[in-house]
């Protein structure tokens, strides 16, 4: 008989465990509380305009390939990626521009133009990368830590990678010039963490990107996760839409299913949470089943939080393709330490912001109307553990972003505007589930990593899985698809799951 996984959240990590479970011949059935698959990847479509709602870059395109050919298909027969030149456009507060790619020349000469002395100390930095890399996500990354001896084992190699140091302390050592060691350490608030105290083993980014590229799904990231739900259906997966789970069922140290809002009970032999780790621990699954290390004091108490998003999608009637912009922009204002340090620490919105500018349209006119341009623009802003009354500042915060593009950036930007929509850490919290409404889960701090991190086997229930942004290896498409490898072999290696 086939064994039946459930899946509960349908986001990359939910989709990359079922799409490999169901290849491997389980019958995967995935409950997803809101209309439609993808979780933060969902796609809000408005007076003709497709808006991607959360991830918008490829850097590991293989890992995708990898599912496809597990079920003997080919990714390109599903969905096309293309590349992007450059990877991003960065421009400091006067609106002076870096362009980044994965040609090493071209970037020199970029670096040149801001300080000719740091061409070398580049070259050193990168030369540095490919033995992170090497370390931290080709050997770690798809490899559960679920014993303290795991992490034993890897911390001379962790110091030696000189991972006690931040992405920013790292780079620094390479690079003199303020703005490049900017440029060469924004990468971990791609992923939720504050430059300024994330382990420097996320400087692996750039090896990435350097080896595999940035790209772009043609039709926005939403295509790639109706190609995901294709190959789950073609592979017998089912999916349960506006089925949201109110429990996981258990029995002694066993995970029998779970019940939906409605009072309706499937059974399962192996459960797979993609929903926040936080809130499955918190709010999904009873306190008498957990140990004091899956508690909810743990959670609401002793874990640290990425921070949130305060996300415009907005679409003009004018195009705005005179080459100031490229498809993905980061604008950095003139504090840089100064406002993660609002961001993450002192938890208060601040004046000023750094923002990313999304320019689909620029490689992909499918995403808006003829003629028109589609955006999104995406600011960090503190978690609700600050306390800050979105009801009352989020059309203020609003209006001074939308003002500082028409300013800057989008010339009569506000009298070209037909359609529009943000979304703030309410919605992070109230749609996502996000515990405090974080955008990315726990903080990839140090010190909640690996073992240290939520993992992806829980300890009190020995068929319970985690994948998603709060497990190892944390945010980002890398590594939610790496936790949904994680998660499919300790199945198969489980009693009676060997195939």
Known sequence: MQEKVIVIGSGFGGLGAA?????????????????????????????????DAGPTVITAPFMFDDIFELAGRKREDYVEFVACDPFYRIFDHNGRSLDYNNDEEFILNQIEQWSRADREGYKRFMATTKAIFEKGFVELADQPFLSVG?????VPDLLRLQSHKTVYNYASQFIENEFLRRCFSFHPLL?????????????????????????????GTGAL?????????????????????????????????IRLKDGTVHHADHVISNADVAFTYTRLINSKNRSLRNSDFRYNNLTRYSMSLFVIYF?????????RLAHHNIILSERYKGLLQDIFKNKQLADDFSLYLHMPTMTDPSMAPEGHEAFYVLSPVPHLGAGIDWNKTAKPYRDAIMQFLEDNYLPDL??????????????????????????????????????????????????????????????????????????????????????
């Open 150 to 154: 795991d992490m034993i084992r890897v």
């Open 414 to 499: 506000q009298a070209n505007l037909v359609t529009e929509h943000h979304i703030d850490p309410r919605h992070f919290k109230g749609v996502l589930n996000s515990h405090l409404g974080s955008a990315f889960s726990v903080e990839p701090i140090l010190t909640q990593s690996a073992w240290f991190r939520p993992h992806n086997r829980s300890e009190d229930i020995d068929n319970l899985y985690f994948v998603g942004a709060g497990t190892h290896p944390g945010a980002g498409l890398p590594g939610v698809l790496s936790s949904s490898k994680i998660a499919e072999h300790l199945i198969i290696g489980a009693p009676n799951g060997v195939r």
């Open 19 to 51: 799409a490999r479970l169901a290849a491997r011949g389980y019958q995967v059935d995935i409950f997803e509380k809101l209309d439609q698959p993808g979780g933060r990847a969902y796609v809000f479509e408005q007076d003709g305009f497709k808006f």
């Open 225 to 257: 996760v109706r190609a995901l739900g294709r190959l789950i259906e073609e592979l017998d997966g089912r999916f349960h839409l506006n089925a949201e789970v109110d429990e996981i069922l258990v029995d002694g140290r066993r995970a029998k299913g």
């Open 191 to 219: 992923v939720g963490g504050n430059p300024f105290d994330t382990t420097s083993i996320y400087a692996m980014i750039h090896y990435l990107e350097r080896e595999w590229g940035v790209h772009y799904v043609m039709g």
């Open 315 to 323: 679409g003009t009637k004018k195009r705005y393709n005179d080459g």
